[in-house]
């Protein structure tokens, strides 16, 4: 299994201007190689070009002070972007040329299975990298035993901070998913309440108020600055920070929810939105980009194959309209938050249908036929809220009052 750890690092002043030069480096080439392809009729194969760089290195003294690996990198960085843009092509997506990299615009730089090594010195951690140095690297978490460390990759962050992100391979095999699902979950999101689920949880949202209004103030200072001048760009990295703090918070909440959800049940039904579409729809479309559905339910795809939990992205269409009991369809505006089937008459919070319904489509595409008892007789009266604070500081909505239960069971 492959997965990044991502770690902050330390460089002294000295180290960091190295850093600076070797990225700097590293965007003249990719700008180079650009150049060359747009020249060329045809565009060579990767490893053709990779075979030039030795006679690039004759007249261009700066790349003799690069790892022999990380400007093949950069090599594979165009050809990516390249494969990229003609994915989007044949997606119909009107798209332009590859542009020039501007210095704000190249951040990173990667060593790809040699050039890198972590060391112990003196008791304290230090990513060394060939050419550049040892660098202190703070190991918040540490990296399994069993894994080997395939790439690193060093970025400069906006806010002028320094981090490594290590790809590795762990000898684990996937755990495998059970046949017959015994826990089970359903999940609708949304903005007022983030996820309700179908065991009657409704999440609430997180509240960064108080975090974007910083930010505007910050951006507000910025405008008022003269591009490009020292007080423009002391300010630029305030605004970076500020920004920065917004969504370290917002990852953390969807670490934690998603990592809950994976953990504590054999299946996870969601829907398969498409957030990029959602977000571009008029109106209420800051909510929708803060709400970061796309991001949580990536998180939750990957954390699921990790822990062995089946996870199943059903068709969205109708789930708010189908009653979960009879599945007679009945219209409801957005500002109707409760459901009243006109022909059964089930009732319930109109996302807690949602997610019946989400999950009902997520057993049978699985092929499961549960025997849980149907959403009339489990529907709660009123559901249980969780805050999101509380997601953030347990780790998990319910996990205590779960492992309290099976307890005293």
């Not at 990173?108 to 202190?136: H, V, W």
């Amino acid at each position: 299994m492959q997965y990044n750890y991502k770690y902050r690092l330390n460089p002294p002043e000295a180290l960091r201007e190295e850093l600076r030069h070797h990225v700097d480096t590293c965007r003249q080439l990719y700008n180079h190689v650009l150049y060359l392809l747009n020249e060329s009729d045809d565009i060579p194969a990767r490893y053709e070009v990779q075979g030039q760089l030795p006679d690039l290195k004759t007249w261009w003294d700066d790349l003799g002070d690069i790892h022999s690996k990380v400007l093949q990198m950069v090599v594979k960085r165009v050809y990516d972007n390249l494969s990229t843009l003609k994915a989007q092509k044949e997606n119909g997506r009107a798209v332009g040329m590859l542009k020039w990299k501007r210095p704000r615009d190249y951040r990173s730089l990667t060593y790809n299975q040699s050039g890198f090594k972590l060391k112990n010195t003196s008791g304290r951690p230090a990513l060394s990298l060939s050419k550049i140095g040892e660098i202190p690297i703070h190991l918040h978490r540490a990296i399994p035993e069993d894994a080997s460390i395939k790439q690193v990759t060093v970025k400069r962050e906006p806010t002028g901070e320094w981090y490594a992100t290590f790809g590795i391979d762990v000898d684990k095999d996937t755990p495998e998913k059970p046949e017959t699902p015994e826990q089970v979950v359903g999940i609708d999101v949304g903005i007022l309440k983030y996820a309700h689920d179908t065991d009657g949880y409704a999440i609430g949202s997180p509240d960064f108020g108080e975090e974007r209004d910083r930010l505007e103030r910050t951006q507000r200072d910025l405008s008022r600055k003269k591009h490009g001048s020292e007080n423009w760009e002391k300010q630029r990295k305030v605004v970076a920070e500020r920004y920065a703090d917004l969504k370290r918070k917002r990852r953390d909440f969807l670490h934690k929810l998603s990592n809950y959800y994976a953990r504590e049940y054999d299946l996870v039904a969601v829907e398969d939105l498409d957030a990029k579409r959602l977000v571009e729809l008029p109106g209420n479309s800051r909510n929708r980009a803060g709400s970061a559905w796309g991001t949580f339910l990536r998180m939750l795809e990957y954390k699921c194959e990790r822990e062995g939990t089946h996870f199943v992205a059903v068709d969205p269409k109708d789930t708010t309209k189908e009653c979960a009991s009879c599945g007679v369809k009945t219209d409801k505006p957005l500002w109707i938050r409760e459901h009243s089937c006109p022909s059964c008459g089930f009732e319930a919070d109109r996302d807690a249908n949602a997610a019946w319904n989400i999950l009902s489509r997520g057993l049978e595409e699985v092929g499961v036929v549960h025997s849980e008892s149907t959403p009339v007789e489990t529907a709660l009266p009123v559901d249980t809220p969780v805050s999101a604070k509380r997601v953030v500081e347990t780790g998990s909505p319910t996990l205590n009052e779960r492992t309290a239960t099976a307890v005293r069971k």
